[in-house]
């Protein structure tokens, strides 16, 4: 059974940093895209960043980029979201999610999300 | 403003037959696949339809999904109150090479 489990969320001030992990279970990590997924409260899904199964390939939606990072360790089944200069819109909870048919597909796995909340 | 306008609200009797509709782009719903979610009140989101018109097992039948160029939609027939929910599209977009969704429709059993 495929399991994503995120943690690090939690209250940070303006201007913070925070770091989110997602750790992966019952199928082959290492050969799957990876992708995170938030969404703020009462409001919609917003795509915020995706990471190829190698590493290789990254992208960023434009409300992250230049502060939001992604990134992967194969080895230890586990998805990086290391976020800083946050701001009170960043506030959201984060889902880690991965499509098992292709990158160029919406995700079919989501973990239970970790909430972020970014206020003084 | 969402990417894939939805309409913001829906609403249906027992047993009725809805339709949400999904809009889009020759960059997204025109040339990729379109997936359907349910979203209760403080749950992720569950998967519905994927690939314009399959359903994952345990989906009821009562889902069904359809695609015409760069439109989507989700019907559900035989509407039940467990139904009520929030409904969201999406689909990759080769403009933004990331995914986008529509804003959700709200759903709800009259």
């Known amino acids: 059974e495929v399991q994503l489990v995120e943690s690090g969320g939690g209250l940070v001030q303006p201007g913070g940093s925070l770091r989110l992990s997602c750790a992966a279970s019952g199928f082959p990590f290492g050969g799957y895209e990876m992708k995170w997924v938030r969404q703020a409260p009462g409001k919609g899904l917003e795509w915020v960043s995706y990471?190829?199964?190698?590493?290789?390939?990254?992208n960023y939606a434009d409300s992250v980029k230049g502060r939001f990072t992604i990134s992967r360790d194969n080895a230890k089944n586990s998805l990086y979201l290391q976020m800083n200069s946050l701001r009170a819109e960043d506030t959201a909870v984060y889902y880690c999610?991965?499509?098992?048919?292709?990158?160029?597909?919406?995700?079919?796995?989501w973990g239970q999300g970790t909430l972020v909340t970014v206020s003084s | 403003q969402s990417v894939l306008p939805q309409p913001p609200s829906a609403s249906g009797t027992p047993g009725q037959r809805v339709t949400i509709s999904c809009s889009g782009s020759s960059s997204n719903i025109g040339s990729n696949y379109v997936y359907w979610y349910q979203q209760l009140p403080g749950t992720a989101p569950r998967l519905l339809i994927y690939?314009?018109?399959q359903r994952p097992s345990g989906v009821p039948d009562r889902f069904s999904g359809s695609k015409s160029g760069t439109s989507a939609s989700l019907a559900i027939s035989g509407l039940r109150s467990e139904d009520e929910a929030d409904y969201y599209c999406?689909?990759?977009?080769?403009?933004?090479?990331?995914?986008?969704f529509g804003g959700g429709t709200k759903l709800t059993v009259l």
């Open positions: 990471i190829s199964s190698s590493g290789g390939r990254i």
């Open positions: 690939r314009n018109n």
């Open positions: 999406a689909a990759w977009d080769d403009s933004l090479s990331g995914v986008v």
């Open positions: 999610v991965t499509s098992s048919f292709s990158e160029y597909d919406p995700p079919d796995y």
